[in-house]
């Protein structure tokens, strides 16, 4: 480890020199390499730890660059996988740390291979399918985790420590009902968000791999338009699923979106883990600005990126266009939140 190019930080009180070393010999796995997961991770790599490991299931656009911070216009047009295209920025950054790319889809079967068992894990997803997921995991393996969001110009993190901390169940007991939480394809987003995210992240990564104590589960919010901020300490709850009861439905796969390739057709069918009752005109008029949504009462349709979305008021949507299931799960998380 190169002390002159750390000085910097090992100069702050709270990390020293005995905490860059710790930050040096740290593991931090990143879920998700998007606007949020990049950001994070070029912090992460800039601050020393010691391996960073990659994970995303997607390519670089053209419309990611707005606030994907780790991507270039030559990415964009070779459609890199953005683990690939992470990592190899990442190593162009800092030399003198190791860097691991994976390329696939985190779900309840991948999850212990791919995320394994780090020091601190990072929450850079973009739906909270997948944040339920992770916590699930963090909470059964005793991982410390970061969980982050971000819509419009408001701005979330909150570190999770397992057995000590509120857990992200504790605060949200259920997943929200489809369409009912803003997201960044209806809600836009912007860069600088995205950035105060990736700030926050990164920070609260950095005091968990120091041994820092007694702050987490914290929720931090910041509007970085207006400049208001606000945290909030969360309990933790003695009846919350997963902390307090030891039950990990998402981890077992039960309480996710199914997804079903249909032989012979380019659809899959979304079928989500409990029945909803959705206002589908309602729904579309949010959603008709960014995307057209079109609703006859009975049936919402929308078309983005080459793939159609016929939503049903149970939840249930067909997705014509494409059977790669994950790619259709992740439309679907994108479109509905």
Known sequence: MSEERYAKQALFGAIGAAGQRRIAEGRVTVIGCGAIGSASA????RAGVGRLTLV????VERSNLQRQSLYTEEDAASRLPKAVAAERRLRAINSEIEIVSLTADVTARTISRLAGRPDVLVD??????TRFLLNDYCVREGIPWVYGGAVGAEARAMALRPGLSACLRCAMEELPPPGSVPTCDHAGVLGGTTGAVGALQSAAALRLLTGDRGWEGRMTSLNVWTGEARSVLLSRREDCPACGRGLFPFLDGRALPKAVAFCGRNLVQITPPEEAR???????ARLRPACGADCNGFLLTLREEGLELNLFPDGRALIKGTQDEARARAFYARVMG
């Open 56 to 59: 995303d299931r997607d390519f």
């Open 42 to 45: 070029e912090r992460l790599a």
């Open 124 to 129: 850079g997803s973009d739906n909270f399918e």
């Open 278 to 284: 959705l206002d589908l005109p309602a729904l579309a």
